[in-house]
């Protein structure tokens, strides 16, 4: 039997990416897919009919995660379709690197509120229908820059250790109701935003991590698989560094 079978997961940020990767390694787990997208619909009406191909249900949302009541809808328009959510990944996040003495207030606030309070937004819509059916797995997507910081990202930096402090929390609260919180800290993750930097400096991370190589975004995703499935059923309030031995 596939791990995820006859659940429905919830994914902010599926169009592309790491995101991608995830509602891929999902349906092929059988997991019928709800996930959120922001501009292309041409994009995500493409990954709907990949997602169904592997005979599960699939629909994308177009919804911003940051918008407090977008996420409410969102999550209401998602159980009007699918009848339940099991699984909820917070996937959805940006980056405006500079150094600290450059950044300005405007961009602080941007990368805080897409990567940070978004997370809060989803799940605050998605814990009741998840106690009321007593079972739920929330995966928060943090990153290695979150655990030990990086210089021009003081602001990714700071919405990415949030998300560390607001998982552990979670998981304290909700234990109880059979609803688990974890978090997943990817290294150098290889996907078309790195694809865009020069060679050397590809290599030059690569060089650094123990493994000698970027991560895959289906890295990302089997942690996510596991985090999901009940082989992790005793497993909450832990950070899950997906990172090829970066921050070892």
Known sequence: MKLLQNKTALITGASRGIGKG??????????????????????????????????????????????FDAAQQLVKDVIDDFETVHILINNAGITKDNLLMRITEEDFD??????????????????????????????????????????????????????????????????????RCNAIAPGFIETEMTGKLDEKTVNEWRNSIPLKRGGSPEDV???????????????????????GGMLT
């Open 22 to 67: 995830i509602a891929i390694e999902f349906a092929k787990q059988g997991a019928n897919i709800a996930f959120t997208f922001n501009a292309s619909v041409e994009a995500a009406k493409e990954l709907e009919n990949e997602l169904e191909n592997y005979g599960v249900k699939a629909k994308g949302y177009q919804s911003n995660a940051a918008n």
């Open 110 to 179: 941007k990368v805080i509120e897409v990567n940070l309070k978004s997370v809060f937004n989803l799940t605050k819509a998605i814990i009741r229908p998840m106690m009321k059916q007593r079972e739920g797995s929330i995966i928060n997507m943090s990153s290695v820059v979150g655990v030990k910081g990086n210089a021009g990202q003081t602001n990714y930096a700071a919405s990415k250790a949030g998300i560390l402090g607001f998982t552990k929390s979670v998981a304290l609260e909700l234990g109880s109701r059979n609803i």
């Open 221 to 243: 995703a089997n942690a996510c698989v596991f985090l999901a499935s009940n082989l992790s059923s005793y497993i909450t309030g832990q950070t899950l560094n997906v990172d």
